[in-house]
């Protein structure tokens, strides 16, 4: 990693010595690892999804709701071994699966964590959750580690993605890597229980004032993907962060995210995934290790 240019943004340095954008160093901090209850439930199943957090993040989402530990340093280092016992851990919690949560940073850590974990027993699909603003080269990399690619396709226009995420080239690069993680693990496949095993689970988070936003990014997933796509269509959105000046000081209005789920229905997919409304919560906001250091030392 002494030029590092794992992601988009190409920063180029050393990061044994030094941190680029995301604020993340060579070996990893976790800011939570337990079981989640929150996510899909196809990925959280009955006994909870395995969330590893990892701290730095390459977007600065105004309304980032895990903003405490996106640029920052919280929690524990882990460096490849300890992530492997930490997966290890989670699978004897009775975790569905391991969910590496804004993992891009860390892509030369998990290519040794994941089959160390693998040589140590882990029998878990991987979950890749991340914000999508990822390179083809570094995804490549994956390639046989990750089982379930779990991309929030964000926005498709520049502006918003520029003015939301610092991020002016976001769909440049996220439109790429998810055609790669759909190469590599095709349509999601559930195991008899409805618990995802392998494949691709796009996201999309609708933000208040961004329907057609969301237009657009269902009519590429549409149009580059295969109908069968599963789609998460989110409507958690809360205003937290930076997130105080409209329309990003709100929540998003029932008309907008039935909006949204129309035309989804209208584009013809056929595995969709909606959300009560009620989940616009920060009780589904994870306490972080900053806060709560028990996360980690249940572990
Ligand atoms: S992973 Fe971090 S340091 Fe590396 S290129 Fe991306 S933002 Fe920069």
Known sequence: MAACDICPRACLVDRELATGYCGAGSTPHIARAALHMWEEPCISGTRGSGTIFFCGCNLSCLFCQNHAISHGAAGVQMDAGALADCMLQLQAQGAHNINLVTPAPHVPVLCKAI????????????????????????????????????????????????????????????????????????????????????????????????????????GFIAKALPQATHISLMG???????????????????????????????????????????????????PFAAQNEENIAKL
């Open 236 to 286: 958690q959105y809360m205003p937290c962060h930076k997130a105080s000046f409209a329309p990003l000081n709100r929540k998003l209005l029932r008309r907008e995210y039935e909006r949204a789920i129309e035309h989804c229905v209208s584009l013809g997919f056929t595995n969709v995934l909606i959300q009560s409304l009620s989940s616009a919560d920060s009780a589904f906001v994870p």
């Open 115 to 218: 089959p160390m974990a693998r040589q140590m027993g882990l029998r878990l699909p991987i979950v890749y959750n991340t914000n999508a603003y990822e390179r083809v080269e570094t995804l490549r990399r994956l390639e046989g580690f990750v089982d379930i690619y779990l991309p929030d396709i964000k926005y498709v226009t520049p502006v918003a993605a520029s003015r939301y995420s610092g991020a002016g080239d976001y769909f440049e690069y996220a439109s790429k890597a998810v055609l790669e993680m759909q190469r590599q693990c095709g349509v999601l496949r559930l195991n008899p229980e409805g618990i995802a095993v392998r494949g691709l689970l796009v996201r999309h988070l609708v933000l208040p004032g961004s329907v057609d936003e969301a237009r657009r990014v269902l």
